[in-house]
């Protein structure tokens, strides 16, 4: 491969900050959705509440259906001044999180009656101890906690309380992320009916979101070919369905690249999904061989990201990936986590 921070840059576009969306569209199915097919290379635009007249029995929708946890807290040190917390991770005896500025060994951190008391510092991480049990710690995220918005989503007019609903899918279930599977955002009830009407095939996973989707590409991911380790799940009887299906002739189609992820770090060689659970630091970019996926829904991601990379090894070569996203913009489409999206067949 070249040179690793020239591979890097290969991703880098400039995105006026106007089109960064700061709140999502209401009803969530009114997001604007652009067309790409692989074949022709034909461009369409559209919206969300179209995907039932694109669609049809012949193709399978594939969602994450992890649980965004409301994981900032704010805290006051004993010092008095204020401290941002967001947890990524519960263990037994350590509440692992990202701080927003560093504390000693030994501070005390209140928020609300509970104090985190700071014991160790791991890179960018701080280990916090408190009173309270794994499970009680995310009882008390629900009730104090907020949705851990991406780090560029700035001026938000949402409240708390409206960011913590419109950052969760309509069919989140299983606890875990720091981040939402934003592709899957657009999704209201009314239009997962319409879809299974028309005859799409819906099926769920589980790929628990962590916090390197925030980070960037680093030389040294590059190096080792891997990411960032994410835990994902599949049931039996959803993975002997998608299977089927696959055998069957119908086309695999993820929502998110979460789901693509997913898919990819369970299938064996000849795709058929045989390891159902485990951690995964799959890197696809350019060059990857895609074992089981035949389409894509996903948003517009931020330059120099893992995402926008996993994107161009889809479409196949970066002048359509620049195609895209250059037309996305002249027509205004709005980018990132609460942004548009885009259906690749």
Known sequence: ME?????INRYDYAVPKELIATRP?????????????????EIS??????LPQILGPKMVLVFNETRVIPARITGTLSTGGKVEITVVGIQDLFIKTLSSRRVDEGAEVMVGEEVFVARKREKQFTYYTTRMKADEVRSFLDAHGEAPLPPYIK??????EEA????????????????????????????????KVRGVQIEFVTLHVGLGTFLPVTEKHIAEGKL???EYFINSETADRINEARRSGKKIIPVGTTSLRTLESAADESGLLTHLSGATRLFI??????KVTDGLITNFHVPKSSLLMLVDAFLGDE???????????RNQLRFFSFGDGMLVL
């Open 3 to 7: 040179n690793y921070s020239e591979f």
């Open 25 to 41: 569209e209401e009803p969530r199915e009114n997001a604007r959705l652009l067309t790409y097919r692989k074949k022709t290379g």
């Open 45 to 50: 635009l559209g919206h969300f509440y179209d």
């Open 155 to 160: 001026d938000t007019p949402l409240s708390s």
């Open 164 to 195: 913590k609903a419109l950052y969760q899918t309509v069919f989140a279930r299983n606890d875990g992320s720091v981040a939402a599977p934003t592709a899957s955002l657009h999704f209201s009830e009314k239009l997962m009916t319409e879809l």
């Open 228 to 230: 960032h380790e994410e």
């Open 285 to 290: 970019r350019p060059g990857y061989k895609f």
């Open 319 to 329: 002048e359509k990936w620049r195609r895209v996203y250059k037309t996305a913009m």
